[in-house]
Every structure is written in C-alpha cells, then in structure tokens.
C-alpha cells in the first residue's frame, strides 16, 4: 500500500537525478573544452568553466554549480589542464550566479558570475594560494586574470541560456522543480 506522499517523493527522486544527470553533463563538457585556455601569470584562463558556472547556476542553482565547479575544477587540474587557482576562480562565480538567479529570477543573472569570480576568487586566491606556493601574488593581476576570463565565458553562458529559452529546454527541464 502507497502512502499518500509516495507521488511527492517520486518527483522529488525525478528532479534530483535529472539535476545530478545535468550537473555530470556539466562537468564532463567543461573538462571536455579544458583545452582550450590562455596562460595568464600563474593561472590559466578558461573561459568555457564560466559559461558552465554560468548554465549550472542558472539551471540547478547556487549549490549545484558549486558541485559543476568543484568537479570541474578537480578534473582539470588532474588532466593538467587546470592550476590550483582553478578552485577559487570558478567555484564562487558559480556560487554568485544561482544566488543572483534566485533572487533575480532573470537570466542577467549571468552576470554576476565575474563578481563572484573577481574580486572574491582573487582575493581567496591572493590570501590563501599565494601563501600556500610560496609566491606572493598581487591581488590585481589575479583580478584582472580572472576577469579576463570570466567576462567572455559569462556573456557565453548568457547567449546559451538565451538560446535555451528560444527553444523551451529550460521550461521543460524545471516545470518549477529545477530553475
């Protein structure tokens, strides 16, 4: 015999392996474009981790794309395609982002994504990776490093989120259960 909440639990189950299914599609394809960055002081830039922040934030929320970013991060320093300046770099614009959408419930919200990247990631990254290898690293350089990635990779992620929207994949996905 079900109980009465059986159906509630059923969805609930749905929407989180359709979020972990996203998040894992997520991670895959920014390690799969992990290739594709410029050398910019001790870090990497790569604009495509900020387009997946961006989708990941937007699509599953600030927790998830916390969960996009560190996996991400984790792949890519493993394939020796990412540095450690990957973790701070991305996992707080991913954070900014789904904040930013929940609040905004608007797809600017992408661009929230550099803030978080910015002058928080830098600054997470001067106070306590600079220290830890031994470098002392300006805070503006790595700014304008970050930022120089994030910008590019944020107005991507907007432009395919937008596109999503044209086609209806986003509405399908939620039926208010993921956005």
Known sequence: MMSGNAPVTLRRERVRLSRLTIAALLAGAGAIMSGIYFPFGPTRCFPFQHTVNVISGILLGPWWAMGVAFSTSVIRFLMGTGTLFAFPGSIPGAFMVGMAYRFLNKDLAAFAEPLGTGPIGATISAL????????????WTLQTAFLTSSIPGSIIGFLFIVTLRKTGVPDSLSGKGLL
């Open 128 to 139: 306590i990776l600079g220290p830890a290898i031994g470098r002392s690293i300006g805070l």
